[in-house]
Structures are given as structure tokens and as C-alpha cells.
């Protein structure tokens, strides 16, 4: 099928550690995104990139690095994870940069205790 | 500052009716609009979406209007069923078609529940 995809599905973790979550897309798509949902169930951008460069870092903690090993793939590795990190992560693809319609992962949801 | 906004934040209706989901948002100046709807639990399926040069999109038993002087757009949803029962987000971006900074800010959405 073609879609965005992401593992784990679910993370359950201790605080201090270092986690990584996956998403790969093969929908062709240049441009890749991660969003983060917290409690509240509000979704923000974390990160965008673009043909592996990245564009976007939206003030995250520089524990949080992504890193992109080609196009169809983003990876999110968090350093140092803490309680506030729980969450569920998005990523997410669209075409190509700009105001194109964007594609999204099913999320793992992150859970630091 | 650019937000999104959308009240009331749950909807409770009877099987059959007619709905409008509403959003808001503030700078008028959009480049597109996004539907998405999420399961619990799930990702988010993207419904429509409206470029700022359009007035609405249709799919199914789903109609998405925008008008952008207002800073609004609604989610038409007719003859609901249970199985429209979900979050329904709004997302606007507000960067150009080419560029850097491409990004959707998304609304706290709406919950759903349709009753049999």
C-alpha cells in the first residue's frame, strides 16, 4: 500500500533515556514532516524537511534530532527523554515544500514515566 | 499572530442529521485549508482540501466552503452516521506554493459523536 509509516507504534520508556521512532513514506514525496500531539490533543509542527535538508525546527529542544537518510525517509531520535516528551508524534509528507496537501503516519504514541 | 480556532470543541447529534463544523481563523491571507478527521487512536485521514482560490470542495456526503475575508471555513457533513463519529481538525497554511517555512497550524478540533 502505498502511505506513511511509522515504528513503533507505541514507545513506553524510562526518563534519561535515548529513544528513536521511524517513518518512511513511499509516496514519492520530497518534503517530510514531523508534528507532535500532546495531552490536550493539540498538534504542533516540530520539524520539516525537504529532499534531506532540513527547513523547518520550530524552537524543539535540541534533544530532539531528526535525521533524514533519504527522501522517503525522516527519523525522530529524542536524547535524554523527559516526562513532558510523552506525547504521540506525527510525521507526515506532502509533494514537494509549500502549501501542498500533507499525508500522515498512523503516530506512535510516546509514553516517559 | 496566525491561529486556528474551532467551537464547540464536542458535538452530540442524532443519526441522520445534517451538520456544520466550523473554523476560524485569524490572517485572511491562506494559500489552502485541510479537513482531516482522527480516530481515536489512530493517524489522521485527510478529508479535503481548499486552495485560497477556491470556494469549496466536495467528497461524498462531505462539503468544505472557505471564505477567506471572513477567515472562516465549514465542514458540511450530510445525512450523519455513526461511523462519522470522530475528531474532525482544521489546518490552514499560510505560507506560499514555493518556499521554506511550509507548515500547517492546525485547530484543537471537534468531536463528533453521532448516535443511533
Known amino acids: 500500500d502505498t502511505a506513511v509509516s511509522q515504528t513503533p507504534k507505541y514507545l513506553v520508556t524510562q526518563m534519561g533515556n535515548d529513544k528513536s521512532i521511524k517513518c518512511e513514506q513511499n509516496l514519492g514525496h520530497d518534503t517530510m514532516y514531523w508534528y507532535k500531539q500532546d495531552s490536550k490533543k493539540f498538534l504542533k509542527i516540530m520539524f520539516s524537511y525537504n529532499n534531506k535538508e532540513l527547513i523547518i525546527n520550530e524552537t524543539v529542544p535540541n534533544r530532539f534530532s531528526p535525521k533524514s537518510p533519504d527522501k522517503a525517509h525522516l527519523n525522530l531520535h529524542i536524547n535524554s527523554l523527559e516526562l513532558g516528551d510523552s506525547a504521540v508524534y506525527f510525521c507526515?509528507?506532502?509533494?514537494?515544500?509549500?502549501?501542498?496537501?500533507?499525508?500522515f503516519g498512523p503516530g506512535t504514541r510516546l509514553t516517559v514515566t | 499572530k496566525q491561529e486556528v480556532t474551532q467551537i464547540p470543541a464536542a458535538l452530540s447529534v442524532p443519526e441522520g442529521e445534517n451538520l456544520v463544523l466550523n473554523c476560524s481563523f485569524t490572517?485572511?491571507?491562506?494559500?489552502?485549508l485541510q479537513w482531516f478527521r482522527q480516530d481515536p487512536g489512530k493517524g489522521l485521514t485527510s478529508l479535503l482540501l481548499i486552495q485560497s482560490s477556491q470556494r469549496e470542495q466536495t467528497s461524498g456526503r462531505l462539503n468544505a466552503s472557505l471564505d477567506k475575508s471572513s477567515g472562516r471555513s465549514t465542514l458540511y457533513i450530510a445525512a450523519s452516521q455513526p461511523g462519522d463519529s470522530a475528531t474532525y481538525l482544521c489546518?490552514?497554511?499560510?505560507?506560499?506554493?514555493?518556499?521554506?517555512?511550509?507548515?500547517?497550524?492546525f485547530g484543537k478540533g471537534i468531536t463528533l459523536s453521532v448516535r443511533p
Open positions: 507526515a509528507s506532502s509533494q514537494r515544500q509549500g502549501a501542498y496537501e500533507q499525508y
Open positions: 490572517d485572511s491571507a491562506i494559500y489552502n
Open positions: 489546518a490552514v497554511n499560510w505560507t506560499p506554493q514555493v518556499g521554506a517555512n511550509s507548515k500547517l497550524t
